[in-house]
């Protein structure tokens, strides 16, 4: 990229987007965040971030936007909204990208860049970010970091046209985040990483919510254990059979990144709470097609499915 200090913009500055943006902005990078309801907060109070692992930041000063109109072009945009939004949120990221800028799709579930892709101008590269981290938004521009916060960088589309292009697009992304100490890395099939995301995701984004509970809770109890681990199971199969095999030690190693010393609660259950729309679609929907479509069932995960669009239709009631 010919800007040796590229320009970041920020969409949202929940757990995800504050985190990694508040991060980069730490170690001297020009972030932007772009904000709605919390704007008011962030522009007068700044981010705080606690953290064992990164320190406690707090940023008193960052560069807030109510509306993309106000934001200068961006090189690299940190997209942290869910994945509900990303209709909506397409123009957005058209009008604050620079000319041939980075999009990091920070979200979780199935294909959720696909349809941003078809929304945005070819010359922006689309690229897959997967936030291994348990960051809790405790109020605007307020959050705790628990745990982790590795970052997979997958390229998904745009105008690199070669392997080696996309590669030296991720090892860009790589270097971005390293400074801020931050282990990222760049993997070579994104589906299969989104694969290997959801066999957390899956089990513990919906049993949270159904069982009104944080993951400490549902590890330390047999019967949830054998719940989320059966549902990961089932996951690890879906991906095999649409030609994504993960490592034979992915559930078992997922299982044991999933003990915090914290009870963490997943975003989905403050969306549950607030009464939010919750990322159904990209989490749960798509990769039951998707596995369908292989010729394969996921039971455990069609029956948590279930519960979770009727709680979904209540709230939205």
Same mark, same amino acid.
Request: hydrophobic content about 45%.
């Given at each position: +990229?010919?800007?040796?200090? %590229?320009? #970041? ?39 705080? #971030? ?26 690299? $945009? ?15 990221? @058209?009008?604050? =990208?620079? %000319? ?27 690229? *897959?970010? $997967? ?12 959050? !705790?970091?628990? @745990?982790?916060?590795? $970052?997979?960088? *997958?390229?998904?589309?745009?105008? /690199?046209?070669?392997?080696? !292009? ?55 109890? /047999?019967?949830?254990? =054998?719940?989320?681990? *059966? +549902? ?13 095999? $993960? ?7 997922? +299982? ?19 009464? &939010?729309?919750?990322?159904?679609? =990209? ?8 596995? &369908? ?5 996921? %039971? ?6 279930? *519960? ?7 709230? !939205?009631?």
């Amino acid at each position: +990229m010919e800007n040796a200090k %590229p320009r #970041i913009g920020v969409i949202g500055a929940g757990a995800i987007g504050g985190f990694y943006g508040g991060l980069l902005a730490r170690r001297g990078r020009e972030v932007h965040f772009l904000l709605r309801s919390e704007y008011s907060a962030v522009a007068t109070e700044g981010i705080r #971030i606690e953290s064992k692992e990164h320190g406690d930041v707090h940023l008193d000063r960052v560069h807030a936007h109510r509306s993309p109109d106000e934001m200068p072009p961006c090189d690299w $945009l940190l997209l942290g909204t869910k994945a509900v939004s990303n209709t909506e949120v397409a123009p957005t990221l @058209a009008r604050i =990208a620079a %000319p041939g800028a980075r999009l990091i799709v920070m979200q979780n579930g199935l294909g959720v860049e696909d349809e941003l892709h078809k929304r945005l101008p070819p010359d922006l590269h689309v690229v *897959g970010g $997967l936030c291994y981290t348990a960051v809790e938004h405790l109020a605007a521009g307020h959050l !705790r970091h628990i @745990a982790y916060s590795g $970052l997979h960088l *997958g390229y998904h589309s745009g105008p /690199a046209a070669t392997p080696a !292009r996309r590669a030296a697009v991720l090892e860009e992304g790589v270097a971005l985040f390293a400074e801020t100490g931050i282990a990222a890395m760049a993997v070579a099939d994104l589906t299969a990483a989104r694969w290997r995301k959801l066999l957390w995701n899956i089990p513990f984004n919906g049993l949270s919510v159904l069982l009104d509970c944080g993951i400490t809770d549902l590890v330390g109890h /047999a019967d949830t254990y =054998a719940l989320a681990r *059966g +549902m990961m199971e089932e996951v690890a199969g879906a991906a095999a059979s649409c030609g994504h095999p $993960l490592p034979a030690d992915a559930v078992v190693q997922t +299982m044991a990144l999933s003990s915090f010393e914290q009870n963490y609660h997943p975003s989905m259950v403050y969306d549950h709470r607030h009464r &939010r729309p919750m990322e159904l679609q =990209a989490i749960y929907d798509a990769p039951i097609r998707a596995a &369908r479509d292989a010729g394969v069932d996921m %039971p455990k995960v069609e029956a948590l499915y279930q *519960g979770l669009r009727f709680i979904d239709a209540r709230n !939205r009631a």
